[in-house]
């Protein structure tokens, strides 16, 4: 039977950016269904990192050295393992392009074109792009430089893959990896929550979630946390000001304050605070100019403690305010959860995922589309241009709406330092 993309016989397979638990689900469902339709897969090792570099005489692509081709038995039992077994990378072919017309700028395009030309080297017809937001783009770059090469050239479909712990992904409900970390970290949460209830005390735990509150609410949500706050949470009382977008730690503190306050006034002294790493990126510039950026521009979060400065902070001012001290600690999660082992909801998603991919190339005969999951794993396909700002060519972030039932559920399970001598016994649980 002829099918749509029948023509598509060798497919190369990228995975760039921080890991994420069911990768390797993702990479052999995928490469699975091309074998078993009698077609090859080439896995590239360490995201762009070999790939942009790609020179015909210097720097030739070899097999086990910067790829594998993938065969039946590499994929056995693959499915559940931690890690990425291709390796990721957070290599950027596309650094410098900001806008359509530097497509045409063969300086700022010497990379993407360095990808394109290992791809016609390696004779691959198709494109599988794993990662996030930063590789979603990628991949729409190297579909738009596509379109500006002579009619007679070689063209390599290109299909994305969402991936990102954050889940801050829009075009999908969920993204792999999501409730793996989240899980991973709630349990840590909670062995922190009953060192807390023993030692009455505090901990302030900053998760990963640079762009938006997704993880971090759903760490305190899992891990019974009594506040969370996200960049989404950074308006009135908590900005400069009262305005703007920048976050006055001054008033952070304050609010944490106020939560040991009122949660004192119900015998509670102890509890677990969780904020989103992303809150660091709006403090005043003065506090972060000097700060190393990564490969794509972001402030390098990991270094900046935001935990251990909050506790820190806190601490002072509770002591200043009543005279007297409290125990808080702040600390990083995050890191331990991205090579966890995968939760079976990741599995089964990131396999429709992988699975996707193929449908999306040989059945659809697609190009510059993202693969989507929704319902129950009901695949669907999102276009690169409805993902993608046409002006700048960046991609848009999903944040949590302000609001939505995701929202209020997290703001219901938290401590109320608003109603703290309100609540009626049926709501005065352990907390």
């Given at each position: 039977?002829?099918?749509?993309?029948?023509?598509?016989?060798?497919?190369?397979?990228?995975?760039?950016?921080?890991?994420?638990?069911?990768?390797?689900?993702?990479?052999?469902?995928?490469?699975?269904?091309?074998?078993?339709?009698?077609?090859?897969?080439?896995?590239?090792?360490?995201?762009?990192?070999?790939?942009?570099?790609?020179?015909?005489?210097?720097?030739?692509?070899?097999?086990?050295?910067?790829?594998?081709?993938?065969?039946?038995?590499?994929?056995?039992?693959?499915?559940?393992?931690?890690?990425?077994?291709?390796?990721?990378?957070?290599?950027?072919?596309?650094?410098?392009?900001?806008?359509?017309?530097?497509?045409?700028?063969?300086?700022?395009?010497?990379?993407?074109?360095?990808?394109?030309?290992?791809?016609?080297?390696?004779?691959?017809?198709?494109?599988?792009?794993?990662?996030?937001?930063?590789?979603?783009?990628?991949?729409?770059?190297?579909?738009?430089?596509?379109?500006?090469?002579?009619?007679?050239?070689?063209?390599?479909?290109?299909?994305?893959?969402?991936?990102?712990?954050?889940?801050?992904?829009?075009?999908?409900?969920?993204?792999?990896?999501?409730?793996?970390?989240?899980?991973?970290?709630?349990?840590?949460?909670?062995?922190?929550?009953?060192?807390?209830?023993?030692?009455?005390?505090?901990?302030?735990?900053?998760?990963?979630?640079?762009?938006?509150?997704?993880?971090?609410?759903?760490?305190?949500?899992?891990?019974?946390?009594?506040?969370?706050?996200?960049?989404?949470?950074?308006?009135?009382?908590?900005?400069?000001?009262?305005?703007?977008?920048?976050?006055?730690?001054?008033?952070?503190?304050?609010?944490?304050?106020?939560?040991?306050?009122?949660?004192?006034?119900?015998?509670?002294?102890?509890?677990?605070?969780?904020?989103?790493?992303?809150?660091?990126?709006?403090?005043?510039?003065?506090?972060?100019?000097?700060?190393?950026?990564?490969?794509?521009?972001?402030?390098?979060?990991?270094?900046?403690?935001?935990?251990?400065?909050?506790?820190?902070?806190?601490?002072?001012?509770?002591?200043?305010?009543?005279?007297?001290?409290?125990?808080?600690?702040?600390?990083?999660?995050?890191?331990?959860?991205?090579?966890?082992?995968?939760?079976?909801?990741?599995?089964?998603?990131?396999?429709?995922?992988?699975?996707?991919?193929?449908?999306?190339?040989?059945?659809?005969?697609?190009?510059?589309?993202?693969?989507?999951?929704?319902?129950?794993?009901?695949?669907?396909?999102?276009?690169?241009?409805?993902?993608?700002?046409?002006?700048?060519?960046?991609?848009?972030?999903?944040?949590?709406?302000a609001g939505s039932d995701y929202h209020k559920l997290a703001r219901f399970l938290e401590t109320r330092t608003d109603r703290a001598l309100e609540w009626t016994p049926a709501r005065r649980e352990e907390r």
């Amino acid at each position: 039977m002829s099918r749509k993309g029948d023509h598509i016989k060798r497919v190369g397979l990228v995975f760039s950016g921080g890991p994420a638990p069911a990768a390797n689900a993702v990479i052999s469902s995928a490469a699975i269904s091309f074998l078993e339709d009698n077609r090859e897969v080439i896995g590239f090792f360490h995201g762009y990192s070999n790939l942009e570099e790609y020179h015909p005489v210097t720097h030739r692509l070899l097999p086990d050295e910067h790829y594998r081709i993938f065969n039946a038995k590499d994929l056995s039992g693959l499915r559940n393992t931690r890690g990425i077994v291709i390796g990721t990378a957070r290599s950027n072919p596309g650094k410098g392009i900001d806008k359509a017309a530097d497509l045409d700028d063969p300086k700022k395009t010497a990379k993407l074109r360095n990808v394109y030309n290992a791809m016609v080297d390696l004779e691959i017809d198709a494109l599988i792009s794993i990662g996030g937001d930063d590789t979603l783009k990628t991949a729409n770059f190297m579909y738009e430089f596509q379109k500006h090469l002579p009619k007679e050239a070689r063209k390599v479909q290109v299909i994305h893959l969402p991936k990102t712990i954050d889940n801050d992904y829009r075009g999908i409900d969920f993204t792999f990896g999501f409730f793996t970390a989240v899980d991973v970290m709630a349990k840590e949460l909670q062995n922190l929550r009953a060192d807390a209830i023993a030692t009455s005390s505090y901990f302030i735990v900053e998760t990963m979630g640079r762009k938006a509150g997704w993880l971090s609410y759903g760490v305190a949500i899992a891990g019974e946390a009594n506040l969370v706050l996200a960049v989404e949470d950074v308006v009135g009382d908590l900005t400069v000001d009262g305005k703007g977008k920048h976050l006055s730690l001054p008033a952070l503190v304050d609010r944490i304050v106020d939560l040991i306050v009122a949660r004192e006034k119900r015998h509670k002294h102890y509890g677990t605070v969780v904020l989103a790493e992303g809150l660091a990126e709006m403090l005043p510039d003065s506090a972060i100019a000097n700060l190393p950026l990564d490969e794509h521009g972001h402030l390098p979060l990991g270094r900046f403690d935001l935990g251990k400065l909050v506790a820190s902070m806190v601490s002072k001012r509770y002591e200043e305010r009543f005279g007297r001290k409290k125990k808080l600690t702040g600390l990083q999660l995050g890191y331990e959860s991205r090579c966890a082992p995968p939760h079976a909801f990741d599995v089964m998603l990131g396999s429709q995922l992988g699975i996707g991919a193929y449908r999306a190339l040989v059945e659809e005969n697609l190009d510059g589309h993202m693969v989507s999951v929704s319902g129950q794993l009901d695949l669907n396909y999102v276009p690169f241009k409805d993902l993608i700002n046409p002006t700048s060519m960046k991609t848009e972030v999903r944040f949590i709406k302000a609001g939505s039932d995701y929202h209020k559920l997290a703001r219901f399970l938290e401590t109320r330092t608003d109603r703290a001598l309100e609540w009626t016994p049926a709501r005065r649980e352990e907390r």
